[in-house]
Antibody, heavy 118, light 110 residues
C-alpha cells in the first residue's frame, strides 16, 4: 500500500525557517517524481514544488522561488521541503504528492500544517 | 485568482446528474490533459479523473470527465450524499513546469 507521511509542520515566526519531510513507503520511491502542494485555510490547492525521480530537475512556483527548496533522499525514501524567509501567506497545510503517469498526483499524504505568525 | 475557472458551488438532489465545468486557456487546458481531484473536509485530495476521462482503480463509473478546446467538465451521475465534497480541476502549465489548479467547486447534495 502506498503511503506518504508528512512531518515537520508547526508554528513559526515571520522570517523563520522550517523543514518539512515526507516519508514514502509501499512503492519504489526512486522511480517517481514528487511534489509539494499547499492549501491555505479555507482556500484552494496551490502547487509549490516538484522534483524529478533522480533529483536532477527541480521546479518551484514563483510564489516560493528563492525561499523554498525541494530535495529528496532516494536511499531514505524521503522528500523534503526547506522553507526559509517564511511569510504569513505561507500559512497552509502542505501535502506531499506522488506524480503519476498523467502528470497527475495519484497519491497524497495527509498533510502537515505550517502556521506563520508572530 | 486561479488560472483555471470553476464555479464556486454546485448542487443536486440524490439520483441527479451534476456537471462541474473547468475553463482555461490555450496555454494549459487547450494543450494538456485535465485531472480532477475530490477532497472531503479535513482530508487530503484524492485523484478522481486522470488524463481527461480515465478513472483510477476504485473510482465509481458514476464519475466521468471530458475536455474540448479550452474547457473541461466533470460529471457525476446518480448523485449520492457521499459525493458532497470539493472538486478541483488541474492542468499542466508549461511555463510553470507544474500544474495549475482551478479554484474548486463545493458540491452540495440537497
Amino acid at each position: 500500500e502506498v503511503q506518504l507521511v508528512e512531518s515537520g509542520g508547526g508554528l513559526v515566526k515571520p522570517g523563520g525557517s522550517l523543514r518539512l519531510s515526507c516519508a514514502a513507503s509501499g512503492f519504489t520511491f526512486s522511480r517517481y517524481s514528487m511534489n509539494w502542494v499547499r492549501q491555505a485555510p479555507g482556500k484552494g490547492l496551490e502547487w509549490v514544488s516538484s522534483i524529478s525521480s533522480s533529483g536532477s530537475y527541480i521546479y518551484h512556483a514563483d510564489s516560493v522561488k528563492g525561499r523554498f527548496t525541494i530535495s529528496r533522499d532516494n536511499a531514505k525514501d524521503s522528500l523534503y521541503l526547506q522553507m526559509n524567509s517564511l511569510r504569513a501567506d505561507d500559512t497552509a497545510v502542505y501535502y506531499c504528492a506522488r506524480e503519476g503517469s498523467g502528470e497527475d498526483f495519484d497519491y497524497w499524504g495527509q498533510g502537515t500544517l505550517v502556521s506563520v505568525s508572530s | 485568482q486561479s488560472v483555471l475557472t470553476q464555479p464556486p458551488s454546485a448542487s443536486g438532489t440524490p439520483g441527479q446528474r451534476v456537471t462541474i465545468s473547468c475553463s482555461g486557456t490555450s496555454s494549459n487546458v487547450g494543450i494538456n490533459t485535465i485531472n480532477w481531484y475530490q477532497q472531503f473536509p479535513g482530508r487530503a485530495p484524492k485523484l478522481l479523473i486522470s488524463k481527461d476521462y480515465q478513472r483510477p482503480s476504485g473510482v465509481p463509473d458514476r464519475f466521468s470527465g471530458s475536455r474540448s478546446g479550452t474547457s473541461a467538465s466533470l460529471s457525476i451521475s446518480g448523485l449520492r450524499s457521499e459525493d458532497e465534497a470539493d472538486y478541483y480541476c488541474a492542468a499542466w502549465y508549461e511555463s510553470l513546469n507544474g500544474p495549475v489548479f482551478g479554484g474548486g467547486t463545493k458540491l452540495t447534495v440537497l
